[in-house]
């Protein structure tokens, strides 16, 4: 079964975007929202969407735009009328991690510097499929994580965890004639951002695939199983339907791990049809998922 995922559009002038600004070393504030405020927040949600199944509703399959657990959701989609953009004009501010042909070690992300990183070694892989699960081949694919302390090298992450020299966290390669890719990493560590008070992120890597040109990008991202923070956290919740959060989380394969070496996790990532990656596709708006 193709795992789907989550997509977060990002700035285009990070170079190592930031899934989410982190919060600060600082003291608890009880005028803050609490987990507990947002998960009651979140509870009353899937309550009133397991009803509207019982009363015949549609199933839901993909996030809601205005999710009001995620306090930044209402920025993350238009509401106002769009307008035409020029097309070079937006590949000139659409972040890449290079600007050479891509060498097949820049998928290994513990190779790129003098020394070993620090953490758990994984090796990821999976496919790039279409909606009727034939192979993409050819495809620019990019990723970014936070390192194993849960830290990204970026400017506006302050998370008062260590940065490895060794670990820069990002890296890209192109699919195969199968539509096959493969990284070999460190598994990324939860981290807390500035939703509510005490607020952490499941671990996760971020993808990015392009299509055929920039102006057709998708981001989204890869969660592991078994995370104790899936229930409370608003933007893995923004999709309401159970099952199809569930496509949002790889598999472990102990086929694909390599003895004394690196665990080994499987996710395809499907490009169209009904079972689609996740992405808020702002081009498009709410239409744009009912394809």
């Given at each position: 079964m193709p795992q789907h995922i989550n997509a977060q559009q990002l700035p285009g002038d990070e170079a190592v975007p930031a899934a989410e600004p982190h919060a600060g070393h600082l003291p608890p504030d009880r005028a803050i929202e609490t987990q507990a405020d947002l998960s009651?927040?979140?509870?009353?949600?899937?309550?009133?969407?397991?009803?509207?199944?019982?009363?015949?509703?549609?199933?839901?399959?993909?996030?809601?735009?205005?999710?009001?657990?995620?306090?930044?959701?209402?920025?993350?989609?238009?509401?106002?009328?769009?307008?035409?953009?020029?097309?070079?004009?937006?590949?000139?501010?659409?972040?890449?991690?290079?600007?050479?042909?891509?060498?097949?070690?820049?998928?290994?992300?513990?190779?790129?510097?003098?020394?070993?990183?620090?953490?758990?070694?994984?090796?990821?892989?999976?496919?790039?499929?279409?909606?009727?699960?034939?192979?993409?081949?050819?495809?620019?694919?990019?990723?970014?994580?936070?390192?194993?302390?849960?830290?990204?090298?970026?400017?506006?992450?302050?998370?008062?965890?260590?940065?490895?020299?060794n670990f820069t966290g990002i890296g890209r390669c192109i699919t195969g004639p199968d539509g096959s890719y493969r990284f070999t990493t460190i598994k990324p560590g939860a981290y807390p951002w500035k939703n509510h008070l005490n607020a952490w992120r499941p671990a996760h890597i971020h993808f990015s695939m392009f299509g055929t040109e920039f102006t057709q990008r998708i981001i989204t991202q890869m969660y592991f199983p078994g995370d104790q923070l899936f229930p409370l956290d608003p933007i893995y919740q923004t999709i309401v339907d159970q099952d199809a959060r569930d496509r949002l989380v790889a598999k472990y394969d102990h086929s694909l791990t390599e003895p004394e070496w690196a665990l080994g996790y499987t996710w395809d990532i499907v490009l169209t049809g009904p079972k689609r990656t996740w992405t808020e596709n702002e081009a498009l708006g709410a239409e744009g998922d009912e394809e």
């Open positions: 009651a927040e979140i509870n009353a949600l899937a309550d009133a969407y397991a009803r509207a199944l019982k009363d015949g509703g549609a199933v839901e399959t993909q996030p809601r735009l205005d999710y009001p657990p995620y306090r930044s959701s209402i920025l993350r989609h238009p509401t106002k009328s769009l307008h035409h953009a020029d097309p070079e004009t937006i590949e000139l501010y659409s972040p890449a991690f290079g600007h050479q042909d891509v060498h097949a070690l820049e998928s290994d992300l513990t190779i790129q510097h003098n020394g070993e990183p620090q953490g758990e070694r994984i090796i990821v892989a999976g496919k790039v499929l279409d909606g009727d699960g034939r192979p993409v081949a050819g495809q620019l694919v990019e990723i970014w994580q936070a390192n194993a302390a849960g830290r990204y090298i970026h400017k506006r992450d302050q998370h008062p965890a260590p940065l490895d020299p």
